[in-house]
């Protein structure tokens, strides 16, 4: 993909979800990704976001954010991700009702 939307996401609560996949990044390029949040709901929930090899299992040292309060119909927004080739993006909501959107762009 060489810029746009990488994913849109309606999150499952409890349940690691990728945002951007391993194998969105090509060869020896990189990609400069924006990854935004929206809580939907009338309650705070807790959200957490990794660049990880396993997306679906993001390691310890892997989150940039870790059970980050996200408060009633907010928005968390973490921009100049850089996503290198077989690494991907993993986002988790404690609840239902959290949205997110990651796009950015891939180098030449």
């Known amino acids: ?60 040292t892997d989150f940039l954010e870790f059970n980050t309060t996200l408060t009633p119909n907010g928005v968390l927004e973490r921009t100049g991700i850089i996503v290198p080739a077989g690494l991907g993006i993993s986002v988790y909501s404690t609840s239902n009702g959290v949205s997110v959107v990651a796009y950015g762009i891939e180098s030449s």
């Open 1 to 60: 993909m060489s810029s746009g939307v990488y994913n849109r996401l309606d999150l499952v609560g409890a349940v690691y979800t990728t945002a951007v996949a391993n194998n969105a990044v090509s060869g020896s390029k990189i990609s400069v990704v924006t990854v935004n949040f929206v809580n939907r709901l009338d309650n705070a929930t807790q959200v957490r976001l990794a660049l990880s090899s396993n997306p679906t299992a993001p390691a310890n």
